[in-house]
Structures are given as structure tokens and as C-alpha cells.
């Protein structure tokens, strides 16, 4: 075999890898943030509220990203910085405030199943905007199985939905301004380093949330937050859940597209049934089985495209 298509083959090989390695990426942050229900619980069971809870992992994370990069970093353009302001508020802030708040006037199952349709309203979009991006019969065969397997999870063998009107538009801004960030990230990772935009995103997201907490001072002892139980569990949501798996999401992001990022969203609700059973032994039943088959099928005819 000549050097060349020795080479032709070894370098399709590598970029096979480096693919491999962002979804393997996707997977690990979409599972931590399956996770983080239970760490919200625990906070807001010791007497913290959504918006405090939010406040404190982001400060951590960006106080930790800036001690990893403490010179002044700017963008190159006004435009740019409205953009990471926009990712800051339609990432973070907001979109936690409209997520948490659904939850006061919606069951949790209409919260998780509205939210994960971000996916879909980011494909529309997106493939409207840019025909390049519009999806393939396979891929939206796939997007279809995957959220009817998203579906199946999320109700797990409870198939009744209670409509309520205020908490379910709540719900569907919240998926609504994923797909923003998502769509606004795409368009700003690929001319900054990564850590440069998650920093933005951090701080836009904290100086967009001080007005909320200022109007709704917490009223706690000091000795809640010297609880291990209270400090793990923010150490978990601003180390882990923001500052490791914002960075890994907005690089995998730059690399496999806002589409194909956005639909590992669909693993969420599997990993919150997969946590809650081994934490809090909540129960499986087979319409969750069955709906984790479809999501793991939907998103390998999702894949077809992206591997072609």
C-alpha cells in the first residue's frame, strides 16, 4: 500500500478519535447534569433558594476560572461581548430562574419533558437559518425516536400530564433560551479559546441573577454553610456541574455543532431516572426501559450523518 493512502488511513483514523472523544465528552456533562437534581434537593432542603443556589456555584466556578486566567481578557468587538452576555443570560441565568420557577407551578414530569425539546426547536432553527445544517430522513427519524424515548423516561409508566398553563410556558422558554445559547455559542466558540467564552458566560450570568438575590436576601444561620453536607454539594454544582462541564460543552460545541451537541440532552432525563433509582430507589418500569432503547437508537441514526 503506497505512504500516501497509508497516511489517508491513519488520519481518517485520528479524526474518527477526536469525534469519539467529544460525544464520549457530551455524554460525561449531559450525566453530571442528570445528576444535579439531587445536589439542588439537598440545597433547597437546608434553606436555600434556586436563586441563591445559582449564584453561589457560579461564583465559585468563575472564581475559579479567574484564578486560572487572572490578566484582563476582552473581545474584539462590541458585538462580540453582546453575544457572551446573551450566552450568559440565555445559559445561565434565565434560563435556571424560568427551569426553577416552572417547578412551583408544574409537576416536575412537564418540566423535565418540555425543557428536553430543546433539541428539537435547536434543529429547526438552526436548519432554517442554514441549509447546510438542515437534518437528514435519518437523522430526523432518529430526533423523532429519541424524544419519544425521552418521553417514555421522563413519565416512566405514569403516562398523564397535568397541563398547566403558566408552569408549562415556563418550561418551554427555558428550552427556548437552551437553543439560543446553544446557537449563540456556535457562533462566537469558534474565533476565542474556550475558557475566554465560559469565563464571559459566567460573569454575564452572575451580574444578570445579583438582582434577584438582592430582592431576596436568604435568611440563614452562617453555621448552614459549614454543614458538609451544604459546602459538598455546592462544591459538586460549581466545580464539577459549571466550571468543568461549561467548559466541556461549549468545546464539544465548537466541535460537533449545536445540533449534534444539543441532542445529548435527550441522555438527561435517562441519567436523572438512573440516579434517582440508586440514590432514592425510586422505581424503573419497562415504559422507561423501552424508552431508553429508543433514545439510545434514535441518537445512533442521529449520528448516520454526522460520521458520513
Known amino acids: ?125 438552526l436548519g432554517a437559518l442554514d441549509r447546510r445544517e438542515r437534518m437528514s430522513r435519518s437523522q430526523a427519524a432518529g430526533s423523532a425516536a429519541a424524544f419519544v424515548g425521552m418521553a417514555l423516561v421522563v413519565l416512566n409508566g405514569r403516562f398523564v400530564l397535568h397541563l398547566s398553563p403558566a408552569g408549562d410556558l415556563l418550561s418551554l422558554g427555558a428550552a427556548l433560551l437552551w437553543m439560543v445559547y446553544s446557537l449563540v455559542v456556535k457562533r462566537i466558540i469558534g474565533r476565542y479559546p474556550t475558557l475566554l467564552v465560559t469565563r464571559k458566560i459566567f460573569f454575564y450570568g452572575l451580574v444578570t441573577i445579583l438582582p434577584v438575590v438582592v430582592a431576596r436576601p436568604l435568611d440563614l444561620s452562617p453555621d448552614t454553610f459549614a454543614r458538609p453536607v451544604v459546602w459538598g454539594n455546592l462544591v459538586f454544582l460549581g466545580l464539577v456541574a459549571s466550571m468543568l462541564c461549561y467548559l466541556i460543552w461549549n468545546a464539544v460545541i465548537r466541535h460537533l ?44 441514526l442521529c449520528e448516520r450523518k454526522g460520521e458520513a
Open 1 to 125: 500500500m503506497p505512504g500516501a493512502a497509508k497516511f489517508a488511513i491513519f488520519a481518517a483514523a485520528m479524526g474518527r478519535f477526536r469525534t469519539y472523544r467529544y460525544h464520549a465528552a457530551a455524554l460525561f456533562t449531559v450525566s453530571v447534569w442528570g445528576a444535579t437534581f439531587v445536589s439542588t434537593k439537598v440545597l433547597i432542603a437546608h434553606g436555600l433558594t434556586p436563586a441563591w443556589i445559582f449564584l453561589l456555584r457560579f461564583a465559585l466556578a468563575y472564581a475559579f476560572i479567574l484564578f486560572a486566567v487572572p490578566r484582563p481578557l476582552r473581545l474584539r468587538s462590541a458585538a462580540d461581548e453582546l453575544l457572551a452576555a446573551a450566552a450568559g443570560v440565555t445559559g445561565g441565568s434565565l434560563y435556571f430562574l424560568l427551569e426553577n420557577i416552572a417547578l412551583e407551578y408544574a409537576p416536575a414530569s412537564n418540566v423535565s419533558l418540555i425543557v428536553c425539546t430543546a433539541p428539537v426547536w435547536t434543529a429547526l432553527l
Open 257 to 300: 455543532g449545536a445540533v449534534r451537541a444539543t441532542n445529548y440532552i435527550y441522555f438527561n432525563p435517562l441519567v436523572t431516572m438512573v440516579t434517582a433509582w440508586l440514590c432514592i430507589g425510586e422505581r424503573i418500569t419497562a415504559a422507561a426501559l423501552a424508552g431508553a432503547a429508543l433514545i439510545l437508537g434514535g441518537m445512533w
